[in-house]
């Protein structure tokens, strides 16, 4: 059977794609791992899981009728809540009769003499297809460290990003926290409510700000949705992809009570907007420094144990160079006499016991396992499948220095192949789903006018390839963010090539230059 595209994935983006081809009468199916759609929201079902971009915001905008009906209840809404969302997508537009779930993709080749990309799956399915699609997510390859003796614990591990259907009871539970990341910053507090003990193992302290969450105003809803059209417009020429009234004055040429006043102000108001208090804390070290001590600052005011706030006071990284936290009471839970922290830095994790984990200093008990370790980003989902292009060349190979693409949506010598949020787009630097949307509306719009003028075959120039890589590791290094060994740059998994992976740019100007390319007769791509 040959169709003119698969999706591979079913979250966000694999959905939006599914239902753009369909409109323009093309043939297309989606496969998914998981048995339902909504990715992200349909594996990371632990405790406290919440998106930190405001739920009016992170939100689809392609269908006027769907943001005008849907109801959001709470200012940042919580995994439950976007996952029935997800599900009313796919209801609504009918989707799932087009995707084939628990079904993985686990080989694509490219077939030069037929022009078609031939797909295998886990489930033994073969076809072929002209255009290949993938919607993998960026954070979708969970990642557990190789702990010596992982195996041998007896009691139940879990993943925050594989999180079981059916939730887990902590009460009574020991449990052993791996990880401070967004998740672990998002599940410890909620775990060390019902668990006897938590036992919280932290190689680096992130900074986390107040996500100051509660319900929706029905007044506020009513107001945004009778502007929405102008303000998803403000969002997509923005740089983040969200409204957030950056100051664009210096840090440094405030004075100390303006400084205070201003960053007070931010916090008090909680979420992301802190990170826009003024407009040099991305590119100024000394800038951004002050940011970083103001929250420092609040950690030793929140924190009884001044050993413990030094602990979670980070020192290494910049502010906003890793991915920046929001948080519910996540410092405070660590005046609970029930936990305690392990700098595994000071004292490293040797290995995991039969009862426990042993760290060089001490045992700790343990009758479960959270691994809050977060994911092989961005690449990980993409080289999870064996992919191989013209000449036989495969993308492992190609991307072993370091993944190598013209503006993240396609990548030289693989012809036809597009990747939704691939490295080298803004993807993760962003509210994810403007990124997704701008994306699968620019390939959607480039299939039909290919379609329309004959042309049955696109692939990247490697010259504009080359450029492009280069731009996002030139834009990338005029900020802070190399500053810090994040998942940007591929820092936590070992062996992985070191390269900044999303564009820095802005969503805004990233925008401008994609429809710059499509309005030049795809300048920079091949045509056959
Ligand atoms: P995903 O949602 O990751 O979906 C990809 C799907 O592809 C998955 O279901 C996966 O099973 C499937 N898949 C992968 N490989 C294969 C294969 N070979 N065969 C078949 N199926 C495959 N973004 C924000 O903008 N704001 C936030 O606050 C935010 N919070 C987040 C919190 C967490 C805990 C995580 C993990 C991510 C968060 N993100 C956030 C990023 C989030 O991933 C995106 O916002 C968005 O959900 C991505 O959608 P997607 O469809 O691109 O990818």
Redesign the pocket.
């Known amino acids: 059977m040959t169709l003119d595209a698969v999706v591979?994935?079913?979250?966000?983006?694999?959905m939006y794609m599914l239902h753009r081809l369909r409109g323009l009468g093309l043939s297309a199916r989606a496969?998914?791992?998981?048995a339902g759609v909504g990715?992200?929201?349909?594996?990371?079902r632990y405790p406290g899981?919440r998106?930190?971009?405001e739920s009016m915001q992170?939100s689809y905008s392609f269908s006027d009728d769907l943001q005008q009906e849907w109801e959001w209840s709470e200012r940042y809404a919580s995994q439950p809540e976007i996952l029935l969302y997800a599900e009313h997508v796919a209801d609504r537009f009918d989707l799932r009769r087009d995707i084939v779930f628990e079904?993985?993709?686990t080989r694509a080749a490219y077939d030069e003499t037929a022009n078609l990309w031939r797909l295998e799956t886990d489930r033994g399915d073969r076809v072929a297809a002209r255009h290949l699609i993938t919607?993998?997510?960026?954070?979708?390859a969970a990642r557990v460290p190789d702990f010596p003796g992982a195996a041998s614990f007896q009691g139940p591990t879990h993943h925050t990003?594989r999180w079981p259907h059916e939730g887990v009871d902590f009460t009574g539970r020991r449990v052993a926290v791996i990880g401070t990341g967004?998740?672990g910053i998002q599940a410890i507090p909620i775990i060390a409510g019902q668990a006897e003990r938590v036992t919280v193992f932290q190689r680096t302290p992130n900074y986390s700000l107040p996500a100051r969450n509660r319900p929706l105003e029905p007044d506020h809803q009513t107001w945004v949705k009778a502007r929405y059209a102008e303000l998803r417009a403000t969002m997509r020429e923005s740089a983040a992809g969200i409204l957030a009234d950056p100051n664009p004055d210096s840090a440094l040429a405030a004075t100390e009570a303006e400084r205070a006043r201003a960053f007070e102000a931010r916090w008090a108001r909680g979420g992301l907007a802190f990170v826009g208090t003024f407009g040099d804390l991305a590119i100024n070290p000394d800038a951004n420094e002050l940011a970083a001590e103001f929250v420092r600052a609040k950690i030793r005011e929140i924190v009884a144990d001044p050993g413990v706030a030094e602990l979670l006071s980070p020192r290494n990284h910049p502010i906003g160079s890793k991915r920046i936290c929001l948080d519910t009471g996540y410092y405070a839970t660590y005046n609970r006499p029930t936990v305690t922290l392990v700098d595994v830095r000071r004292d490293p994790i040797l290995e995991i016991t039969p009862t426990g984990v042993r760290t060089a200093a001490a045992e700790h008990p343990a009758d479960m396992i959270v691994y809050a370790t977060g994911?092989d980003a961005l690449t990980g989902?993409l080289l999870?499948?064996d992919i191989t292009g013209k000449g036989g060349l495969s993308l492992r190979r190609k991307w072993a220095a370091g993944p190598r693409t013209y503006l993240g949506l396609m990548t030289a010598g693989f012809p036809n192949l597009f990747t939704?949020?691939g490295p080298g787009s803004p993807s993760?630097l962003?509210?994810?789903?403007v990124s997704?949307e701008q994306h699968v509306d620019w390939i959607a719009e480039c299939l039909d006018r290919l379609r329309a003028r004959g042309v049955a075959t696109i692939d990247a120039d490697p010259l504009a390839e080359d450029a492009w890589t280069a731009h996002v590791s030139e834009v990338a290094g005029h900020t802070l963010y190399p500053r810090a060994d994040s998942w940007y740059l591929g820092a936590n998994v070992p062996g992985k090539p070191r390269v900044f992976m999303p564009y820095v740019g802005g969503v805004g100007a990233y925008r401008m230059k994609c429809d710059e390319v499509t309005a030049n007769g795809y300048e920079g791509f091949v045509l056959s």
């Open positions: 591979v994935g079913a979250g966000f983006a694999g496969y998914e791992t998981g990715g992200t929201w349909y594996w990371n899981a998106c930190d971009v992170y079904t993985r993709v919607a993998v997510g960026c954070l979708s990003g967004s998740s994911y989902p999870g499948i939704i949020t993760v962003s509210n994810m789903i997704i």
